[in-house]
């Protein structure tokens, strides 16, 4: 049957790179209008009719959502009744007469997709992959497979624009590899993955309107949506963040500087922790880290010290404040932390959301570090990230806001756990950045140990822990910190 014809959808050039596409996962995403969900449920509807007794699940994160989008392009084609199907709408069932069936279902939360782990399936459409979590797509796509012989798994097809809790790990599996869709590859399952991008101009069903009405949106969101910019997505968080400016080279850091742990506990979901360091002018230096899962407390503690040189002193080290709860007869995780030599203070400090202003306050720019002033730089963010401190740096610029309660905070959903531990940090420094700098001396610019005197303390302000009035308004060196 020609389905496509019977329902009479003509699909764009894009859409039939769509439809054309053999490989096991493949996105379709960028710009808003570019005919995604209509390619979706027709590549849906196609495969239904095309293999007898096959499975198809089709996610979004609530049913409100569903019926915003696959269910009402499903009733504008009739609910594909041309094909021989049958739908029941209080299940949420397409059923054809060759026995497949194509399933509308909801997954916000693990706990929902768990409710699909005594099904199967053939081929699972994500609309919006990025609103879903990551580890929803990863536990459903664990539901792909088949008990008979003629039944094939065809895989995973998305649509979807930049934004959401899943931003950033679609970009990492879609976009960087595949160099923003010019080339497949293969994943480390063996299984190919492709990028389709897709763009308003692809749609030339697309009114102008609609388009002038993309064209009207404030910058970022007309990136994403206008322009399919995954670089910059609607609802990020940390849209100051940029790798040129923020991300260094390793250099040897002063052992005068005050060192401070971040640490955000987690087992199956991944625990981190961040090593920083604060130099004279209040600046801090991200310079190390730990991201694992499946790590008990004990060894968590055990890998921080042995992370550390043997002269290294860690300060403070900022911990969750759920390391203390009590769990039945178990211990609290910071008394196991502490009888393996690790001993943690509470971050505390009020909530979240002060946490996340604290991390804006130190991604804004400030005068010149040391470093980047022998650059020719007048300014330079007040934060700086060893570039080996690898998960920061990929899931700091691509945590979202919250879509529901404080839009000041973060989207727990997303991959926060390195942005969780930082905060931690930077919310027990004291005021913030307090210094600004006087002319450079002679500096050895190389390893940062000669730093001398180039910076003093503007007011009365408290500082960090560990200041005493002795060292307000004078000049601070890098012996004196």
């Known amino acids: 049957m020609d389905v496509f014809g019977t329902l009479g959808y003509v699909p764009t050039p894009r859409q039939i790179v769509f439809h054309e596409a053999a490989e096991f996962d493949v996105l379709y995403g960028g710009a808003a209008g570019g005919g995604k969900t209509r390619a979706l449920l027709m590549e849906g ?133 595949t160099n923003y869709g010019t080339k497949t590859y293969v994943d480390v399952r063996k299984r190919e993955v492709r990028f389709i991008p897709s763009k308003l101009s692809d749609n030339p069903h697309v009114n102008a309107e609609y388009a002038h009405d993309l064209d009207a949106l404030p910058e970022q969101l007309r990136a994403a949506f206008r322009d399919g910019n995954w670089d910059t997505f609607a609802g990020q968080a940390f849209s100051e963040w940029s790798f040129d400016r923020h991300v260094v080279k390793p250099v040897s850091l002063p052992s005068s500087w005050r060192r401070y742990n971040g640490i955000d506990w987690g087992f199956s979901n991944p625990w981190c922790v961040l090593w920083a360091a604060v130099d004279e002018d209040g600046r801090v230096w991200v310079y190390r880290e730990l991201y694992a899962t499946r790590v008990g407390e004990a060894e968590q503690a055990r890998r921080i010290l042995a992370a550390e040189a043997d002269e290294e002193h860690v300060g403070s080290r900022f911990g969750d404040d759920a390391m203390w709860a009590t769990r039945g007869d178990a211990k609290p995780i910071s008394d196991a932390y502490a009888d393996n030599g690790v001993f943690l203070t509470p971050a505390g400090k009020g909530g979240r959301v002060p946490g996340w202003q604290r991390v804006h306050s130190y991604l804004a720019e400030g005068p010149a570090c040391v470093l980047h002033r022998a650059m020719g730089w007048e300014t330079c963010p007040r934060l700086h990230a060893f570039e080996t401190v690898e998960n920061l740096i990929r899931t700091l610029p691509t945590l979202p806001h919250a879509t529901s309660g404080d839009p000041e905070d973060i989207d727990s959903n997303a991959e926060d756990h390195a942005g969780d531990a930082l905060r931690y940090l930077l919310i027990n420094l004291g005021g913030g950045p307090e210094f600004v700098p006087a002319p450079p001396g002679e500096n050895n610019v190389g390893d940062m140990h000669r730093i001398g005197d180039y910076a003093y303390r503007t007011d009365n302000r408290p500082g960090w822990a560990g200041d005493t009035d002795s060292t307000r308004g004078a000049v601070v060196t890098a012996d004196d910190v």
Request: glycine letters at 12%; proline letters at 6%; hydrophobic letters at 35%.
């Open 45 to 177: 509807l196609r495969a239904c009719v095309r293999y007898p007794g096959l499975r198809v699940g089709a996610f979004r994160r609530t049913y409100p959502e569903l019926e915003e989008s696959l269910l009402a392009e499903l009733a504008e084609v009739g609910f594909a009744r041309e094909l021989g199907a049958a739908w029941n709408g209080t299940k949420y069932n397409l059923t054809f007469s060759n026995g497949s069936r194509l399933m509308f279902r909801y997954a916000e939360s693990l706990q929902d997709a768990t409710r699909r782990q005594g099904g199967q399936y053939q081929l699972l459409l994500f609309d919006e992959r990025t609103l879903t979590p990551p580890n929803v797509v990863s536990f459903l796509e664990s539901r792909l497979r088949s008990g008979r012989e003629d039944v094939p798994v065809l895989g995973i097809r998305s649509g979807t624009n930049p934004g959401g809790p899943g931003h950033g790990f679609v970009r990492d599996r879609f976009i960087k590899p």
